[in-house]
């Protein structure tokens, strides 16, 4: 609820108190790590983000947002990184499970978001696509095609914008 209206610290506040509670519960750091990030705490974003990914190796949404808090921090390369480590797992997680990767739109939405980063706008259509076939009202699929569409179209007067990754538009706390 604090995070809904913008009290990003009483959020953190709240998430502490969760994790008092139960340190291995992963959406709290992921939550905390989130409201962090929103007050512009990105190395503390990014410990929390780390300790969900203690608790839960295959977190990609803790996983994107590292890479988006290294980003802003300036640390592009280790972004890149990060970024392409999120492909990577997406991509065993749909060879794992391709049933359930057919369900799963966050994944989906996390793939294309990291390769949008990345500058890949081509291939983070196609992972928007699926997340929006699997759930049309996915806020953060439709808003992030709509960003890449718009970026395409705008590359067909400067083609170089298609090879310099860019910073998309924010993904959404929780």
Known sequence: A???????????????????????NSAAWRNKGDALYAQGEYGAAIDAFDRALAVNANDLYALLQKGVCLQMMGRTAQAMDTYNEVIRLAEREVRRNPNEAKYDATLWTNKADALTKLGRYQEAVEAYQNAIAINPK????????EHVNETLFRARGSPELLNTPILPVETTPG
């Open 138 to 145: 996915y806020e953060r699929a439709v808003t992030g095609i």
């Open 2 to 24: 604090e995070m809904s209206v913008g009290r990003y610290p009483d959020a953190v506040a709240a998430f502490q108190k969760a994790l008092d509670l139960d340190p291995y």
